[in-house]
């Protein structure tokens, strides 16, 4: 009785210490789906070999197919965890090789990793800013389309359902009645809707403003682009002399060619605009002397105004009025007076 036990003891210990069966695999391929945007360290499965060796003590190890480090295995346990960025648009799929070892022998698997697309990428504008150049006052045929934007997804495997909308100068979310510009929302084709005043004092010259893309039915991700749209200059304003009155001494028994005063006019049209306020001033009711001679003379550029004879008499004349013109290049003009002494 008491032989019998040593040798079954005997027998249990032998087989425990030679560790002559290697690791195996139930399967010769695992399959197993995580999400692109899955966070460093996530566990996306377990993948445990058996070994018959009770006591053999079995490491993991992934040996192919791990491209850029995408995953690691916890050596002891074979945990499979993202390990470095993962990204559906570049990398759909990875198949690795996986070994266990323990020690002496080491047997393979397969675990194929399918990376699951989700909506990472916001919608992309063709452009990161659109210009265009209008009219101003035109109101003709509106609204009126002025440019169009477009902007495509990089989840190219999703139907992007872009929405497009509007927001800044000129776009009233509260109350679009009172928006002057409107996008259409599927095509991204934005209108003029209003006649647009480019010049001082209420006007603007450039209206800026941000068009977005949602893409998801508008219910995902936003990208953005700049829009700028100029206005391009008509000549609808006259000058205007800023002063309702000119006044000034014009000096007795002066020399002819002496300077009385400057007017200058204002015209808040576009100076880079063809002649739309380029001004040229005249006399438009002078003055006569004595001998029937013109007593002002105005210089067309500056404004300037001087004397065009000599030896003026206050006695006989005490004060002087004239009418001057200020007249753009469209033919807009500008009148005011002047009253010397
Ligand atoms: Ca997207
Ligand atoms: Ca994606
Ligand atoms: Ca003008
Ligand atoms: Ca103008």
């Known amino acids: 009785m008491s032989i019998f036990i040593s040798v079954t003891k005997y027998i249990r210990i032998g087989i425990g210490d030679k560790n002559d069966n290697p690791p195996y695999f139930d399967q010769s391929l695992y399959e197993a789906e995580v999400n692109e945007d899955e966070d460093i360290q996530h566990t996306v499965i377990t993948v445990t070999a058996k070994d018959k060796d009770e006591s053999s003590r079995i490491r993991y190890e992934i040996t192919q197919g791990n491209m850029g480090g995408a995953f690691a295995v916890k050596n002891e346990t074979g945990a499979i965890y993202v390990a470095g960025p993962l990204d559906y648009e570049s990398r759909k799929e990875y198949k690795l090789r996986l070994v266990a070892s323990d020690n002496l022998n080491e047997n393979h698997t397969t675990v194929v990793i399918h990376i699951k697309d989700v909506n990472d990428n916001p919608p992309i504008f063709d452009r990161p800013t659109y210009e265009t150049q209008i009219t101003e006052e035109d109101d003709r045929n509106l609204p009126k389309k002025v440019l169009q934007v477009t902007a495509t997804d990089g989840d190219r495997d999703r139907t992007p359902d872009i929405v497009y909308f509007l927001t800044g100068q000129g776009v009233d979310d509260q109350d679009p009645a009172n928006s002057k510009f409107a996008i259409n929302t599927t095509t991204g084709e934005i209108y003029v809707l209003k006649p647009l005043d480019r010049d001082l004092p209420h006007g603007r010259s450039q209206w800026r403003f941000t068009v977005f893309a949602e893409d998801e039915g ?16 008509i000549n ?23 300077t009385v005063m400057t007017m200058t006019a204002t015209d808040y049209d576009d100076p ?12 438009e009711q002078n003055q006569v002397n004595e001998n029937g001679e013109l007593i002002f003379t105005i210089d067309e550029e500056t404004g300037v105004i001087s004397t065009a004879v ?32």
Not at 241 to 256: C, S
Not at 272 to 282: F, V
């Open 218 to 233: 508008g219910n995902g991700l936003v990208g953005y682009a700049d829009v700028l749209v100029n206005l391009k200059d």
């Open 272 to 283: 880079n605009e063809g002649t739309n306020a380029r001004l040229k001033y005249s006399i």
């Open 310 to 341: 000599c030896c003026l008499d206050r006695e006989t004349n005490p004060e002087y009025t004239i009418k001057v013109v200020a007249m753009d290049g469209g033919g807009l003009k500008g009148t005011n007076v002047f009253k010397g002494r």
């Open 236 to 258: 609808d304003n006259a000058p205007f002399f800023p002063y309702a009155i000119y006044t000034g001494n014009v000096t007795e028994n002066g020399t002819a060619g002496m």
